[in-house]
């Protein structure tokens, strides 16, 4: 599964910014599909997913501002960003989370995108 990325850049407090990606390869087995960032000196985390039964997940700080959507048809998930905050500066990457085999025995695997630079400023 290769992922390619698109959207993201310079925008001030209170502004809005779209990231969308694309998925190609063997992307029938993709299940979940969506974002995380990494900010300086912190761990990577998740911000949004919406599983292949269109289940979503946010984190806390997030809720209410960013909206995950997916295009099952073209293999593309998007990120709506609202209301951006000096905190959501960060670099974001895009994920594809698969599952395949059997009932019995499933194999999982996540791939990422190269990562877009997202910078708020106050």
């Known amino acids: 599964v290769q992922l390619v990325e698109s959207g993201g850049g310079l925008v001030q407090a209170g502004g809005s910014l779209r990231l969308s990606c694309a998925a190609s390869g063997r992307t029938g087995s993709i299940d979940a599909m969506g974002w995380y960032r990494q900010a300086p000196g912190k761990q990577r985390e998740l911000v949004a997913a919406?599983?292949?039964?269109?289940?979503?997940n946010y984190a806390d700080s997030v809720k209410g501002r960013f909206t995950v959507s997916r295009d099952y048809s073209k293999n593309t998930v998007n990120l709506q960003m609202n209301n951006l905050k000096p905190e959501d500066t960060a670099v974001y990457y895009c994920?594809?989370?698969?599952?395949?085999?059997?009932?019995?025995?499933?194999?999982?695997?996540?791939?990422w995108g190269q990562g877009t630079q997202v910078t708020v400023s106050s």
């Open positions: 919406v599983t292949s039964g269109g289940s979503t």
């Open positions: 994920n594809a989370h698969e599952v395949f085999g059997p009932v019995e025995r499933t194999y999982e695997n996540d791939y």
